[in-house]
């Protein structure tokens, strides 16, 4: 048995990576907004399929006007997940402006917030679905192949306990292009005057607004990064997996939350780490599941073996793996 | 509606609510430049909501504040204290995850010149060499003094025209109130203008040129330091 878990080990650490650096980029969007309003902004799922299907739309724009074989795949690339991270980016903050700003004038309490984001949450799912079916007749949307050449590892003929790896060059793509954005983020939040804004309004809310720093339009900028990454990932998701549908956003978007509870809701590294600790359980368990259990249970069993990793750590560490830095009330 | 005042700040007969529950109730005061004025008076009198409205953090539903010519009362916070008013707040607020240094570099928030930040922070550290000592430790981990002094030096990096502070001696120990208020008093000889909201009457009265008594959200004496410090009522009630 371990001899088998040990085999496939190459191959689970590169889907485990893969599926762990989207949760990770989607939880930071998730944990922003909680860590600067309080508010679990279910939405949030949804705003990382709308990128995608953007994503797309940009796509087609592009095949359509004959730039998809004139131009070098990458600068096509940077040129959807750009105009995609920007567009999400200003959906975000419109969401903001148009939903929750009015709450948090009213002094409405949390779960008034909280219910409107699930409200949103279907209102883009609905409206996506209806504007993909209504272009292309179904709402399911294959995007045109990119990055996906094909390489092998072969790692057995040099360490025979392993079997081969393989990946398509979109998972480098994936890798880069969410390291990048997490450490630019890490690098804003802790190195830049709005970075240190950002977390005074987190820390306190009214003394910031004493400091002359704009809360509302701090909380604003919070909205355009955590939409913009969680768009820019859409588009990533919609390369490495080629098709998407309205409702990627659901399960993706519990999971990343599930992510970032795990790092420690508020945290932004804690979601980093909890992100990729997920992606890489969950894709242990797929893989390795039906060995474990003598064939009991298949590798559909793998989210309820997450969520029990899940729930193991809240039972002995309720605030998160880094919970310490959770708003604390003062 | 123009409104005129001869005073650096004057507020006007402001009512402020908190929902339904009214907390003041056309309360006056005004301050000159230069000048340092105490605002005393129990618990929940209405001091940190005189200070709140007129930093804009509680928004008055009567009445007028103006300050440095211009009416202010329906400012949002963060405009009010780029007008150069700064509030050290109750309880002092640091920012407990940011370092001293974050704390203080948050309080010259809307400057952009380095060289100006760092000089703001030199004066800081003259006041308060201990500052200078802590700048990477967490706000949060300080003492409360060392906490009072972080607050009033993130106030001062705002380099600000009026200066408000409530409750400045909470909570510490008599040396460091003394010390405290020294600092008060040497920053107010050197030009600045000073609120100081006090449940220490004593020490109020005693650096400060005028008093306000405020009850139950009314304004019900005022005069001179010395002249508030021989009052009997004032004597019975908040120098016992
Ligand atoms: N956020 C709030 N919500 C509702 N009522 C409030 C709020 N803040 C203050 N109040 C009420 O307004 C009144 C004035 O309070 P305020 O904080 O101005 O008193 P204070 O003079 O500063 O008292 P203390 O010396 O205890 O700080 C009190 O009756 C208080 O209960
Ligand atoms: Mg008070």
């Known amino acids: 048995m371990l001899a088998h878990i040990i085999q496939n080990l190459p191959q689970v650490l590169i889907d485990g990576l893969t599926l762990g650096v989207v949760y990770a980029v989607v939880a930071i969007g998730y944990t922003m907004v909680y860590g600067i309003l309080e508010l679990i902004n279910f939405a949030h799922g949804d705003v990382f ?21 004139a131009l070098p795949a990458i600068l096509v690339f940077i040129i959807v997940i750009v105009i995609a991270a920007i567009a999400t ?12 700003r009015p709450l948090r004038k009213k002094n409405a309490p949390k779960l008034i917030a909280l219910i409107t984001s699930i409200g949103i949450s279907f209102v ?13 007749g179904n709402y399911i949307v294959t995007a045109p192949p990119m990055f996906n050449h094909k390489f092998t590892l072969n790692l057995h003929s040099a360490l025979p306990f392993f079997n081969n790896a393989t990946f398509q060059s979109s998972f480098l793509l994936v890798l880069i292009v969410t390291i990048i954005m997490l450490i630019a983020l890490d690098l804003f939040v802790n190195k830049t005057k709005w970075g240190m804004a950002m977390r005074a309004v987190a820390q306190d809310r009214d003394t910031a607004s004493l400091m002359t720093i704009n809360v509302n339009r701090v909380i604003s900028v919070t909205f355009f990064i955590g939409s913009a990454l969680g768009g820019a990932t859409g588009v990533l998701f919609m390369i490495q997996y080629g098709t998407i549908d309205p409702y990627i956003g659901f399960v993706l978007g519990i999971k990343a939350f599930t992510a970032a509870v795990l790092g420690g809701i508020g945290n932004i590294r804690g979601a980093m780490f909890g992100g990729v600790m997920l ?24 989210d309820v073996f997450a969520f029990i990793i899940l729930i193991l750590v809240l039972i002995f560490k ?7 830095a959770v708003v604390e009330k003062v | 509606m123009a409104e005129v005042s001869n005073h650096f700040l004057e507020v006007k007969k402001i009512d402020s609510f908190y929902s339904q529950i009214q907390a003041l109730e056309g309360v006056d005061l005004y301050i000159d430049k230069g000048e ?27 009445g007028s504040i103006i300050f440095d010519g211009q009416e202010i009362s329906k400012f949002q916070a963060h405009k009010t204290a780029l007008l150069g008013i700064a509030q050290v707040p109750e309880g002092r607020r640091i920012f407990p995850r940011l370092t001293v240094r974050e704390n203080l570099q948050i309080g010259a928030f809307s400057v952009k010149d380095k060289h100006v930040i760092a000089e703001r922070m030199e004066r800081v550290f003259n006041y308060f060499p201990r500052l ?20 009033i030096g993130r106030a001062l990096m705002m380099k600000p025209k009026l200066l408000m502070l409530d409750e400045p001696s909470m909570g510490l120990a008599p040396i460091i109130v ?7 008093k040497e920053m107010n000889e050197e030009g600045m203008t000073i609120l100081l909201v006090e449940q220490n009457a004593y020490q109020a009265l005693q650096i400060a040129d005028r008093g306000y008594v405020i009850q139950t959200g009314q304004i019900v004496l005022d005069g001179n330091g010395d002249e508030l410090m021989k009052n009997e009522q004032v004597r019975a009630a908040y120098l016992a």
């Open chain 2, 36 to 62: 340092i004025v105490t605002l005393i008076g129990s618990n929940g009198a209405g001091k940190s909501t005189t200070l709140k409205s007129i930093s804009g953090q509680v928004r008055p539903k009567n």
């Open chain 1, 49 to 69: 399929m709308t990128g995608a299907f953007m994503g797309a739309i940009v796509l087609f724009l592009l095949m359509g006007m004959g730039f998809l074989a």
């Open chain 2, 132 to 151: 200078k000592e802590r700048l990477n430790q967490k706000g949060g981990t300080m003492s409360g003094g060392e906490q009072q002094m972080l607050a």
């Open chain 1, 124 to 136: 883009l799912e609905d409206l996506v679905r209806f504007i993909a079916e209504l272009k292309t």
């Open chain 1, 279 to 302: 992606g890489l359980l969950e894709m242990f368990a797929a893989s390795n599941l039906s060995i474990i259990t003598h064939g009991a249970m298949g590798a559909e069993y793998k």
């Open chain 1, 89 to 100: 980016g200003l959906l975000g903050v419109g969401i903001e402006r148009v939903a929750y």
């Open chain 1, 318 to 324: 309720p605030e998160g793996l880094f919970g310490k």
């Open chain 2, 178 to 184: 003394e010390q405290i208020f020294d600092i008060i």
